[in-house]
């Protein structure tokens, strides 16, 4: 299965990420994470990233698209895979059309989102309140196409995040095993 997790950050799409991959034996893939290791690289592309991701700017969809494609080229994602973070916007998530099997929106509020990042102990340097509040706004502002995308596609499943871990769990779970079920 290739399933697609859309939430603000602090939705909780790496810890429901992370349990789906171990309940469906398929890896799961932040495009956060990635772009985080590569902002430790000495290179030109790295220090921009870095910039780019402390501002709390979206990295552009050439450059996501080109970084997140190469990944998913790699043999131990042809089985499936969690994505996180990817697609952001329409027309990065119109480079995925015909490939995506599920895509859940793990619904938070912007109040809760806050809430759960401050009670959080990070090393991110891109979590500063700025930096947040600027990807809250732009996911607000861009992600609603893709949504309306995948929602026009009968791919969109919306999940209320804002029960706990496990009952978020469960309701993604039965969502996969009714789309197994009608595959």
């Known amino acids: 299965m290739k399933i697609v997790l859309v939430g ?27 772009f985080r290791e590569m902002t430790k690289e000495k290179t030109k592309l790295g220090r921009w990233l870095k910039e780019t991701l402390n501002s709390g700017a979206l990295v552009p969809d050439d ?13 131990e994602y042809q089985n499936g895979y969690i994505l996180d973070g990817f697609p952001r916007t329409k ?5 995925l059309d015909g490939v995506i099997d599920m895509v859940f929106l793990i619904d938070v509020s912007d109040k809760e989102a806050l809430w759960r990042i401050s009670g959080r102990v990070s090393d ?4 500063t309140l700025q930096a947040i509040r600027k990807r809250i706004a732009l996911f607000h502002e861009l992600t609603s196409e893709v949504l309306d995308f995948y929602d026009k596609e009968s791919k969109l499943v919306k999940i209320n995040g804002e029960q706990t871990v ?18």
């Open 91 to 95: 027309a990065q998530a119109e480079v």
């Open 8 to 34: 603000i950050q602090g939705a909780g799409k790496s810890t429901q990420g992370n349990m789906m991959s171990e309940k469906l034996g398929v890896p799961y893939l932040s495009s956060g994470h990635i």
């Open 63 to 75: 450059t996501a698209v080109e970084i997140v494609m190469e990944y998913l080229s790699k043999p």
């Open 124 to 127: 991110r340097e891109d979590e």
């Open 166 to 183: 496990e009952e978020v769990f469960a309701e993604i779970m039965a969502a996969v095993e009714r789309f197994k079920t009608q595959a």
